[in-house]
């Protein structure tokens, strides 16, 4: 038994890994796909890039691990069922439940892995993740000198470059327009040859051979007008910009901790608690505001109470006013019933926002235990899946892990869209997709318990010929 375990130790452990970090590169790639507009541009080091698809690969192993244990527990019972070591295992006397043991004691290792993972790791990784993201996209485009194309990052100024050298650093043909002058009119500086050069906070253009074109209002009459016009001629300056802005600051993570994803599961019921008083102390901040308004008629200016007693109006209430106030009492209950109306659409729209944080909070806190759970649904798929239809490699075990990996993801992210709008229980959001296809994994684990032929293309084949030749009988008798 002992060889039998290393055997599929060894069968299963090798494709894990492989899928695991295929998965992994092709989710990044997703990524980059996804933020290429926020990173490319901006001048960043590579290490940031680095960093933050560092972060970004945490959040995506809740994908990357479930559909590789899938695929990974249908190559290893698919390639043992296709070299027939399965056979010769069961003909030693070993059922397939005893088999799979090996591997589903490994599989619940990493099940309690991933928990603590989620519940630990995850949501610090997500707290570096946006906050590093938010510094990604709030940081101004870095000063990127083109060919031919004037640039105005760089406020107050407007640069134009005709060729650039090899180096990066050498320039030809500059042109400059400044717009810094309280006056309105741009000074032009044009130069045949600089070079570049930068730190933190500026970046220094030594031009060489070059004229600067100053206009300036001189003397000024509503007769004469006159303008003045300089221009010099250099030989080498400096020109200094101010690129300070363009640095990126980093922001304090502290901001970012109370959100939903970046907290585990003490701080998910902290926060369940904390939103559940703010909503109960809501509702009674808006019974009391809204019979307020009703109790309004039992007071009187000098904030003195007074007790109205009940009359009873026949015909139109307007006509027991006197007629000069009729006017300003109907204005004056249209702006009550106004105010009335906005502060209750003011609540409603509150009232459902803290409801759907509440579900979300709910919601995550379901999903720390999806994760594990998921690893085990989805080895009890893709093991007796791979035992029936004994095929290996990278083929039809590729194809039948994404079609039910497919499906599972579909019922989640329905499911829990379905919890966020308050369709569903938060409850069944995460857990829907799981309670669905247990039955299914139930169902292949006993058809390739009794080797049934279950997606065997000759047993089909042969099922379809009999129909055919079942409903050629009845002529054939006829005739």
């Given at each position: 038994?002992?060889?039998?375990?290393?055997?599929l130790l060894?069968?299963?452990?090798?494709?894990?890994?492989?899928?695991?970090?295929?998965?992994?590169?092709?989710l990044?790639?997703?990524?980059?796909?996804?933020?290429?507009?926020d990173?490319?541009?901006?001048?960043?080091?590579?290490?940031?890039?680095?960093?933050?698809?560092?972060y970004a690969s945490?959040?995506?192993?809740?994908?990357?691990l479930?559909l590789?244990?899938?695929?990974?527990s249908?190559?290893?019972?698919?390639?043992?069922?296709?070299?027939?070591?399965?056979?010769?295992?069961?003909?030693?006397?070993?059922?397939?439940?005893?088999?799979?043991?090996?591997?589903?004691v490994?599989i619940?290792?990493?099940?309690i892995?991933s928990?603590?993972?989620?519940?630990?790791?995850?949501p610090?990784?997500?707290l570096k993740?946006?906050s590093?993201?938010?510094?990604?996209?709030?940081?101004?485009?870095?000063?990127?000198?083109?060919e031919?194309?004037?640039?105005?990052s760089?406020?107050?100024?407007?640069i134009?470059v005709d060729?650039?050298?090899?180096?990066?650093v050498?320039?030809?043909?500059?042109?400059i327009?400044?717009?810094?002058?309280?006056n309105?009119?741009?000074?032009?500086i044009?130069?045949?040859e600089g070079?570049?050069?930068s730190?933190?906070?500026?970046l220094?253009?030594?031009?060489?051979?070059g004229?600067?074109?100053e206009?300036?209002?001189?003397e000024n009459?509503?007769?004469?007008?006159?303008q003045?016009?300089?221009?010099?001629r250099f030989?080498?300056?400096?020109?200094?910009?101010?690129?300070s802005s363009f640095?990126?600051?980093?922001t304090?993570?502290?901001?970012?901790?109370n959100?939903?994803?970046?907290?585990?599961?003490?701080?998910?019921?902290?926060?369940q608690?904390?939103?559940?008083?703010?909503?109960?102390?809501?509702?009674?901040?808006?019974?009391?505001t809204?019979?307020?308004?009703?109790?309004?008629n039992?007071?009187?200016?000098?904030?003195t109470?007074?007790?109205?007693?009940e009359?009873?109006?026949?015909?139109?209430?307007?006509?027991?006013l006197p007629?000069?106030d009729?006017?300003?009492?109907?204005?004056s209950?249209l702006?009550?019933?106004?105010?009335?109306k906005?502060?209750?659409?003011?609540?409603?729209?509150?009232?459902?926002?803290?409801?759907?944080?509440?579900?979300?909070v709910e919601?995550?806190?379901?999903?720390?235990?999806?994760?594990?759970?998921?690893?085990?649904?989805?080895?009890?798929?893709?093991?007796p899946?791979?035992a029936?239809?004994r095929?290996?490699?990278?083929?039809?075990?590729v194809?039948?892990?994404?079609?039910?990996?497919?499906?599972?993801?579909?019922?989640?992210?329905v499911?829990?869209?379905?919890?966020?709008t308050?369709?569903?229980?938060?409850f069944?959001?995460?857990w829907?997709?799981?309670i669905?296809?247990s039955?299914?994994?139930?169902?292949l684990?006993?058809?390739?318990t009794?080797?049934?032929?279950?997606?065997?293309?000759?047993a089909?084949?042969?099922?379809?010929m009999?129909?055919?030749k079942?409903k050629?009988?009845?002529?054939?008798k006829?005739?």
């Open positions: 038994m002992k060889k039998i375990h290393l055997l060894k069968a299963f452990i090798r494709p894990f890994f492989v899928t695991f970090f295929i998965v992994m590169f092709i990044l790639m997703f990524f980059l796909f996804k933020y290429v507009d990173l490319i541009g901006k001048g960043f080091e590579w290490y940031v890039i680095l960093e933050l698809m560092y945490a959040a995506n192993v809740s994908m990357a479930p590789s244990i899938l695929l990974s249908i190559m290893t019972f698919g390639t043992l069922g296709e070299n027939y070591e399965l056979v010769a295992i069961k003909s030693a006397g070993v059922s397939l439940q005893k088999a799979m043991m090996p591997l589903l490994l619940v290792f990493i099940a892995g928990f603590l993972f989620s519940d630990v790791m995850l610090k990784a997500n993740f946006g590093l993201l938010w510094d990604i996209r709030n940081k101004k485009l870095s000063f990127l000198i083109k031919g194309v004037f640039n105005s760089i406020p107050g100024y407007s134009r060729k650039k050298g090899e180096d990066g050498s320039l030809e043909g500059v042109m327009y400044d717009h810094t002058s309280n309105g009119i741009a000074k032009i044009i130069a045949k070079k570049m050069a730190d933190d906070k500026h220094l253009l030594k031009l060489k051979n004229v600067r074109y206009e300036s209002s001189g009459s509503s007769y004469n007008p006159r003045r016009f300089t221009r010099m030989k080498e300056t400096d020109q200094k910009f101010d690129i640095k990126m600051n980093r304090d993570e502290q901001g970012f901790r959100n939903t994803q970046m907290l585990n599961l003490k701080g998910l019921v902290k926060k608690d904390s939103l559940t008083k703010e909503l109960d102390s809501l509702n009674k901040f808006s019974s009391m809204l019979s307020s308004y009703f109790k309004q039992n007071y009187v200016k000098g904030y109470k007074v007790n109205v007693p009359k009873i109006i026949k015909g139109s209430v307007l006509s027991v007629v000069g009729r006017l300003r009492s109907i204005q209950a702006d009550q019933s106004n105010s009335v906005q502060t209750v659409s003011g609540r409603l729209s509150d009232h459902a926002d803290r409801i759907r944080n509440l579900i979300k919601i995550e806190y379901q999903k720390k235990f999806t994760l594990a759970a998921s690893c085990l649904l989805l080895f009890f798929l893709g093991a899946l791979g029936i239809i095929k290996g490699g990278l083929g039809l075990p194809v039948m892990a994404i079609i039910f990996f497919l499906i599972y993801h579909i019922i989640a992210t499911a829990e869209k379905s919890a966020i308050g369709s569903l229980a938060p069944f959001g995460p829907l997709a799981i669905i296809l039955p299914v994994g139930a169902f684990t006993y058809k390739a009794v080797d049934s032929a279950l997606f065997d293309v000759n089909i084949k042969q099922l379809v009999g129909l055919f079942s050629k009988q009845p002529s054939d006829k005739a």
